[in-house]
C-alpha cells in the first residue's frame, strides 16, 4: 500500500469527536469514531479546510522548525506573492523582503518572480500546442491531489508547466550557487507557504521525484519574526525583483492576468472548485481554453497558514502591487524562453491518480460490495446529517460496505432496532412457559339441561 505523507495532523487530546471537519472535508477523508476523528490518508489532499472548522484547534499544520537553516552554509528564504499582503500598505515591498535577513536567511528570492515565468511557460504552451480544454493550473497542489482523488479522467487536462514555487527553488540555488561558490547541497532554499498543501507538495512532490526546496516555513511563524524588524529594515539592497503582475499572483485571478491569452476562468474555494470540475467532467467547459482553481477561498492570501485576514490582505496585496507598477518582468523574455526550451519549467513525471474508490482487490467481492453499498443507501434516510461519524449516508453505506461501520451507527436505523426490540420484549414479556400456565377453567353442566 503507498504511504501519504500528510503536513495536516490531528492531536487527539483536544479532539472532542464534534464532526465539523467531516462536513467540510471535501474528499470524505474523515470519520468520527469512539469520540475520535480518524483520517484516511489516502483521501486527504492537505487543503486546510478541516483546519479552518475545527473549533478545538485539533488539526495543525506540520511545517519546519527554522532550526532546519543551520544545516546549510547559506540560506534563501522563497516568500510566496501572498506574503507581501500581509502587511499594511504604508510598508513597502523591499522593506519586507529586506526584514527576512533578520530571521536568520542569508538572501531572499521572491516567488513572484518565479510566477511570471511560469505564466509565460503557460502562455507559450497555449499558444503552440494542441489541447484538450480546459487545461487546469497546476500552480495549487490541493487542487492537483482533488483531482487525483475525485476527478482521475481530468488528469490529463492539468498543464505539465512546474508550480512557481518549484521554479523559484530551482532558479534561486542557481543564483545562490553562481554568487557564493558554494556546492548546491550547501545552499538551502526554504518557501514561506500560506497552505498545508505546500509543505506536502515538498515532502511528497507530485510530476518531479525530488522537490527543490529544502524546507518549508509557516507565514505566520515568519511573520512574526518580521513584524518585529520591519522598521529598522535596511533599503536599498535590491532583493524586490518581481513585478506587479506577478506579486498579484498572491489571490485569485492574478495567474490569468498574467497568463492573459485565450478563454480564461479563475474559481476559489475547493467546494467552488469542485463544482465547476464536474462542469468540466460533463464537457461543458470546452470553450475555456484555461482554469484557474485555488483551494482557498480568495486565492492564496486566504491560505490556513496565513495570519491576516484575506479581505485585508487582498487589500493589502493591491497596493503592494500598485507600488512597483513600473517595474519591467524580471526575466527577459529570451531568458524565459531559454527555460521554456531546456524543460527547466516542465514536470518531469506524469500525474498518477490515487487509488482511493476500490472496495476490494478482489473483482468479485468487490462487485458483491457494490451491491450491499446500493442496497444500504436505499435502507437509510439520505439526511446527511453526520451523526454516524461519516460525513454522509453514501459514505456510510460505503464504510459499511468495507467492513468499516455497522448500519446502527445511523441513529434512525438504531432507533428502528431498539424500537423493534422494545416490541418483541413485550411480546416475550406476555409470554409464560407452559409448565407455568395455569389451568384452564372447566364449565360445569347444566342440571336443568
Known amino acids: 500500500m503507498t504511504r501519504y505523507f500528510h503536513s495536516v495532523t490531528l492531536d487527539h487530546e483536544k479532539c472532542r469527536g464534534c464532526t465539523n471537519c467531516i462536513k467540510r472535508c471535501p474528499t470524505e477523508a474523515i470519520r468520527v469514531r469512539e469520540g475520535k476523528a480518524r483520517i484516511f490518508e489516502e483521501r486527504c489532499i492537505d487543503c486546510g479546510e478541516c483546519i479552518r472548522a475545527c473549533p478545538n484547534h485539533a488539526k495543525s499544520a506540520l511545517t519546519d522548525s527554522l532550526d532546519r537553516l543551520c544545516g546549510f552554509d547559506f540560506t534563501v528564504a522563497l516568500p510566496a506573492p501572498a506574503f507581501l499582503g500581509q502587511f499594511r500598505r504604508t510598508s513597502m515591498p523591499e522593506k519586507v523582503l529586506a526584514a527576512l535577513l533578520t530571521a536568520g536567511f542569508d538572501d531572499v528570492y521572491e516567488v513572484a518572480v518565479a510566477a511570471s515565468v511560469v505564466s509565460y511557460a503557460v502562455r507559450r504552451y497555449l499558444m ?231 472496495l476490494d482487490e478482489d473483482v468479485t467481492m468487490a462487485m458483491a460490495k457494490v451491491e450491499l453499498l446500493e442496497k444500504t443507501v436505499e435502507s437509510l434516510p439520505n439526511l446527511d446529517c453526520g451523526s454516524c461519524g461519516s460525513p454522509s449516508c453514501r459514505a456510510l453505506a460505503e464504510d459499511i460496505a468495507r467492513g468499516l461501520a455497522f448500519e446502527t451507527d445511523c441513529v434512525f436505523k438504531l432507533r428502528e432496532r431498539v424500537r423493534d426490540l422494545a416490541a418483541e420484549m413485550k411480546e416475550l414479556a406476555e409470554k409464560v412457559p407452559p409448565s407455568m400456565e395455569r389451568p384452564r377453567a372447566t364449565v360445569e353442566p347444566d342440571d336443568d339441561a
Open 128 to 358: 503552440t500546442r494542441d489541447f484538450k480544454k480546459p487545461l487546469i493550473s497546476s500552480a495549487c497542489p490541493a487542487i492537483v491531489r482533488l483531482i487525483q482523488v475525485r476527478f482521475p479522467a481530468l488528469l490529463n487536462l492539468v498543464v505539465p508547466i512546474d508550480t512557481p514555487m518549484e521554479v523559484a527553488g530551482v532558479l534561486a540555488k542557481r543564483e545562490a550557487v553562481k554568487k557564493t561558490g558554494l556546492d548546491p547541497a550547501r545552499v538551502g532554499v526554504f518557501f514561506i507557504s500560506p497552505c498545508a498543501a505546500k509543505v506536502t507538495a515538498v515532502k511528497q512532490p507530485v510530476g518531479r521525484d525530488k522537490s527543490a526546496i529544502d524546507g518549508v516555513f509557516s507565514m505566520s511563524q515568519i511573520y512574526g519574526l518580521v513584524v518585529k524588524k520591519l522598521k529598522d529594515a535596511p533599503s536599498g539592497l535590491g532583493l524586490q525583483r518581481a513585478s506587479s503582475s506577478g506579486i498579484l499572483w498572491g489571490r485569485s485571478g492574478g495567474e490569468n492576468a498574467e497568463v492573459g491569452y485565450g478563454e480564461l476562468l479563475a474559481v476559489d474555494g475547493v467546494h467552488n472548485v469542485i463544482a465547476v470540475l464536474h462542469e468540466v467532467e460533463k464537457g461543458r467547459l470546452s470553450d475555456v481554453d484555461y482554469l484557474e482553481a485555488q483551494a482557498c477561498v480568495g486565492g492564496c492570501i486566504g491560505g490556513p497558514l496565513v495570519p491576516e485576514n484575506p479581505f485585508v490582505a487582498r487589500a493589502n496585496i493591491k497596493a503592494m502591487a500598485h507600488m512597483v507598477a513600473d517595474r519591467p518582468l524580471p526575466v527577459a523574455e529570451a531568458g524565459m524562453q531559454a527555460l521554456y526550451d531546456e524543460g527547466t519549467l516542465s514536470m518531469v513525471k506524469r500525474i498518477p491518480p490515487r487509488p482511493v474508490m476500490s
